[in-house]
T-cell receptor
Framework: AQKVTQAQTEISVVEKEDVTLDCVYE???????LFWYKQPPSGELVFLIR??????QNEISGRYSWNFQKSTSSFNFTITASQVVDSAVYFCALSEAAGGFKTIFGAGTRLFVKA | GAGVSQSPRYKVAKRGQDVALRCDPISGHVSLFWYQQALGQGPEFLTYFQNEAQLDKSGLPSDRFFAERPEGSVSTLKIQRTQQEDSAVYLC??????????????FGEGSWLTVV
């Protein structure tokens, strides 16, 4: 069965601190896709990154970076030098090639960045 | 429009009332999804359309929930005889291509339903 666990319910940091959001997933499929989305107070889920199971290369995009490790079934997300505008709920999600059309989301981590 | 558009943004319904939520996906997107998001939770899959065909409705919680996409573009999610447990944000999403997983899906801002 597919499952996504985001153990951190809420994280609070001071601006300019680095912060890592954890994501652990479970799947029996060998082909799968992992995602991170940001949900600001407006409610819209904003796509951040998509990674397939065959590409373990870490990725950096500006202040954002992602660490994908199949050995530990983790896909962690780090924000460097956090800013107040980063305050939002962040969701990790999983989609299996054999799992039909659905994407499974974790419960989310609420990030507060204080000035 | 450039993104997924949903209406109404906010809906308050009396228990037992029927509601209809509309989704206008990104132009040209083949796939359309409906998700339900309860307060403090992640989105949960309801149903999937590829063009006008509803290929997966395994997430619809009861037969009071019905979705359609008759012309392969705009979709409507209808909830009959609403109950308090139906209170949630209903998110619509679309993706460019059809087929199975891996496609990036783009979400609308959601329709916030409160049943009183």
């Amino acid at each position: 069965a597919q499952k996504v666990t985001q153990a951190q319910t809420e994280i609070s940091v001071v601006e300019k601190e680095d912060v890592t959001l954890d994501c652990v997933y479970e799947t029996r499929d060998t082909t799968y896709y992992l995602f991170w989305y940001k949900q600001p107070p407006s409610g819209e889920l904003v796509f951040l990154i998509r990674r397939n199971s065959f590409d373990e290369q870490n990725e950096i995009s500006g202040r954002y970076s992602w660490n994908f490790q199949k050995s530990t079934s983790s896909f962690n997300f780090t924000i460097t030098a956090s800013q107040v505008v980063d305050s939002a709920v962040y969701f990790c999600a999983l989609s299996e090639a054999a799992g039909g059309f659905k994407t499974i989301f974790g419960a989310g981590t609420r990030l507060f960045v204080k000035a | 429009g450039a993104g997924v558009s949903q209406s109404p943004r906010y809906k308050v319904a009396k228990r037992g009332q029927d509601v209809a939520l509309r989704c206008d996906p990104i132009s040209g997107h083949v796939s359309l999804f409906w998700y339900q998001q309860a307060l403090g939770q992640g989105p949960e899959f309801l149903t999937y359309f590829q063009n006008e065909a509803q290929l997966d409705k395994s997430g619809l919680p009861s037969d009071r929930f019905f979705a359609e996409r008759p012309e392969g573009s705009v979709s409507t999610l209808k909830i009959q005889r609403t109950q308090q447990e139906d209170s949630a944000v209903y998110l619509c999403a679309s993706s460019l291509t059809g087929g199975r997983s891996g496609n990036t899906i783009y979400f609308g801002e959601g329709s916030w339903l409160t049943v009183v």
